[in-house]
């Protein structure tokens, strides 16, 4: 799976085409990539992307990974690379 990141644009290169990220979208994509094959709890992954406290969180970041899964999965229901590990959460695997 090709995969490019273009910042300015808060896009995502597949090798379907571009699409385009929200704000937070885009942060949570790249948070994840940055630490690729590392799975991620979604309080740490709010507490670092919100800089928040992360309150009841788990549907928030459930919700943003599902949209992410639309833009760069070929099957959303059964993702290849934005995965989620029981009591581990969320990685992104290449």
């Not at 919700?63 to 995965?83: G, M």
Request: aromatic share 12%.
């Amino acid at each position: 799976m090709f995969l490019k990141l273009n910042k300015d644009e808060r896009t995502v290169e597949t090798a379907d085409g571009n699409r385009t990220l929200t704000k937070k979208e885009y942060e949570i994509l790249a948070y994840l990539m940055d630490r690729q094959g590392q799975y991620m709890p979604a309080e740490e992954i709010y507490a670092d992307v919100w800089q928040a406290e992360p309150f009841d969180c788990h549907s928030v970041i459930a919700v943003h990974i599902r949209h992410i899964r639309e833009k760069i999965e070929k099957d959303p229901s059964r993702p290849d690379h934005l995965k989620m590990l029981w009591k581990k959460g969320y990685g992104f695997i290449f």
